[in-house]
């Protein structure tokens, strides 16, 4: 009986030992790949020469540059309150149908209390022709973003690819009026006064 519980020992110990010789590697491994992502983004966010990251396949930029648009800036300025100001919102085709979600929200701004001032304040940015033309058959202030290859008339999902673009747009916009200068109030359409 002594035996087999040295034999036992033995097992274990080795079992053991050479468990020690396979983790050993495996976390020096995983230590210097989680090492190397932390330098390649640390590097990414400090050199002109960009490593493509993954969030690149994802996020493709299409949005034309407009930082230097007279047309937005004309639109920003004539809507702009003293303190150059403007309240701003987006809105596609599958929200501009007649008599829904757009539609209550201009006429929230009519309905609420002291509100309806606010309208020569707010821009509406249109992702499409089908809202543009809603959009100016109600309201002075829309302003048409060019997009190149990308339809935005229909309904996105939220999450989806197509959403993510949209919020990407919108985003890229609200920057851009950040750089000329402008403030904003940013609205959704779903909100209303």
Not at 18 to 46: C, E, H, K, W
Not at 102 to 111: A, G, M, N, V, Y
């Amino acid at each position: 009986m002594g035996t087999s519980v040295e034999s036992n020992k033995d097992l274990v110990a080795r079992g053991v030992h050479s468990n020690l010789l396979l983790r050993r590697p495996l976390q020096i491994f995983i230590f210097f790949v989680g090492f190397a992502l932390m330098l390649m983004f640390l590097y990414n966010d400090t050199s002109s020469f960009k490593i493509p990251l993954l969030s690149q396949y994802f996020i493709t930029p299409t949005i034309t540059t407009i930082s230097d648009n007279p047309k937005l800036e004309s639109f920003l300025r004539n809507a702009s309150m003293e303190n150059s100001t403007v309240i701003i919102t987006t809105l596609n085709g599958a929200w501009a149908e007649p008599n829904l979600m757009f539609d209550i929200f201009l006429k929230s701004f009519h309905d609420g209390i002291e509100t309806e001032r606010l309208l020569k304040h707010l821009v509406v940015i249109t992702l499409d022709e089908k809202a543009h033309a809603r959009c100016q058959a109600l309201h002075p202030h829309c302003y048409q973003l060019e997009t190149k290859g990308t339809n935005f008339t229909k309904e996105a999902l939220y999450m989806t690819k197509h959403y993510l673009d949209m919020m990407w747009r919108r985003i890229e916009l609200l920057g851009t009026v950040l750089e000329m200068g402008y403030n904003f109030a940013s609205r959704y359409i779903l909100l209303a006064y």
